[in-house]
Nanobody, 126 residues
């Protein structure tokens, strides 16, 4: 049974940083594309960042490019999202998602991910 558990969310002031983690179990982690998505109140869930299963290429939404960094540790079955220079517009529930050998061109599309974590709240105060 595949399980994804996010951690690291919290309350931070604008300009601050947070590091989210996604711990995976029940899968061969290196075979899975990993995405981070976020959902603000009253809005649809949107893509933030992703890392491919093969070669580890990374992808970012324009809104987070240059501020967020996604990484993965296949030995520890974890993925991380380092977030810097946070703004109130980054306030959302952040979700980790995974899917088996997801092609790079599908990584930014939430519809292709079968496995999701429960989410972790990130609140950025002004």
């Amino acid at each position: 049974q595949v399980q994804l558990v996010e951690s690291g969310g919290g309350l931070v002031q604008a300009g601050g940083s947070l590091r989210l983690s996604c711990a995976a179990s029940g899968l061969i982690f290196s075979n899975y594309g990993i995405g981070w998505f976020r959902q603000a109140p009253g809005k649809e869930r949107e893509f933030a960042a992703a890392i491919a299963w093969s070669r580890g290429r990374t992808y970012y939404a324009d809104s987070v490019k240059g501020r967020f960094t996604i990484s993965r540790d296949n030995d520890r079955n974890t993925a991380s999202l380092q977030m810097t220079n946070l703004t109130p517009e980054d306030t959302a529930v952040y979700y980790c998602a995974a899917d088996f050998r997801l092609p790079d061109y599908k990584l930014a599309q939430k519809e292709w991910y079968h496995y999701w974590g429960q989410g972790t709240q990130v609140t950025v105060s002004s």
